[in-house]
């Protein structure tokens, strides 16, 4: 599968769509990069990459599994 961020076009990671759908919602069919969806949310980058790592290490999330 071959995403990209709808803003600026980037390639996406699987944690830029997991955050994404995580945060947004779960319904989403386009997504936002990392640094995007941290400017529309207006927190930058470094709060969602805490937030994945909380996830991911958490281990109830399937999203980041």
């Not at 995403?3 to 997504?31: E, H, S, W």
Request: hydrophobic fraction near 35%.
């Amino acid at each position: 599968m071959n995403r990209t961020c709808r803003a600026c076009g980037v390639p996406l990671m699987t944690d830029d769509v997991a955050i994404y759908l995580k945060l947004v919602t779960r319904n989403a069919q386009d997504f936002l990069c990392i640094d995007c969806l941290g400017e529309q949310l207006k927190c930058g980058r470094s709060p969602i990459e805490k937030l994945i790592k909380y996830f991911r290490e958490s281990g109830n999330c399937v999203l980041f599994r």
